[in-house]
């Protein structure tokens, strides 16, 4: 799959009304993949014969979900997320974007469980779990690239990095960053929901199994969506950190619309 970076159609109406956050990313994802072949995804997303999208919400809607269809892996989505790591790591890309970006990383990683934890005792209808492990080994391949961000984040991408981090317990770069993450919630000491957030985070990063249910078990801590007592510990607190992170997103945005 080949995208021209500066393509327009032949009535130049394309170019015209084309949401500005699709012309970024179709040049990151040029400049990313030049000289390699792009994930099968950026046709649909990047081709001409497709869209126009009106607008940036719907331009990124449709970008989402294309790669991890309705919260759902498939047997493509293993090969979209490089598409989802080029803007992620791209300064051209605003930042809540790139938080955005990794929340999707983040989500594709702990699919099997959330919706372990979600439809408990049964299971997602549409679930994939060979096409989740896939997708989560891919995720895994560019952990260090991710997370290396970190430094020349602001606090918004850092809160999507720390649960990143967090749900690879056993990656070396993950590891390297609980440090970064504890010495971040102590300086968000005065800001309750993101201190306590990450707070969390290091737990599931770290936390022995009773420090860890102490946690998703408190009336605190567990202020989302509870999920059912036989749930694994593991999924439950996968799934409680995913709402958590949803709502210091809100937070942010609430603050910063």
Avoid: K
Wanted: aromatic content about 6%; glycine content about 8%.
């Amino acid at each position: 799959m080949v995208i021209d970076a500066g393509r327009e159609s032949p009535d130049g109406l394309d170019e015209l009304f084309e949401p500005e956050l699709r012309r970024i990313f179709r040049t990151v994802a040029v400049d990313r993949f030049r000289g390699f072949a792009m994930p099968p995804h950026a046709g649909l997303l990047f081709g001409p014969e497709f869209g126009p999208w009106s607008s940036d919400r719907e331009f990124l809607g449709e970008f989402h979900n294309e790669i991890h269809h309705q919260d759902t892996c498939d047997n493509a989505t293993a090969q979209g997320v490089p598409l989802l790591v080029a803007p992620a790591v791209d300064d051209r890309v605003p930042a809540r974007e790139r938080m955005g970006l990794v929340m999707a990383l983040f989500r594709i990683a702990t699919e099997a469980d959330r919706h372990r934890a979600e439809y408990w005792p049964g299971s997602h209808p549409q679930a994939d779990p060979t096409a989740a492990a896939r997708a989560r080994a891919a995720v895994g391949h560019h952990l260090t690239e991710v997370l290396a961000r970190w430094d020349a984040e602001c606090l918004g991408v850092r809160l999507a990095l720390a649960a990143l981090g967090a749900v690879f317990r056993e990656s070396p770069a993950a590891a390297r960053l609980r440090r970064r993450v504890e010495a971040l919630a102590d300086e968000c000491g005065e800001e309750a929901s993101a201190a306590g957030y990450l707070r969390f985070v290091t737990l599931v990063a770290g936390g022995t199994d009773r420090q860890t249910l102490t946690a998703v078990t408190s009336p605190i801590v567990s202020h989302g969506r509870a999920s059912h007592p036989g749930v694994p510990l593991r999924a439950r607190a996968v799934h409680l950190l995913d709402q958590m992170l949803s709502q210091v997103r809100a937070m942010l945005l609430a603050r910063h619309p």
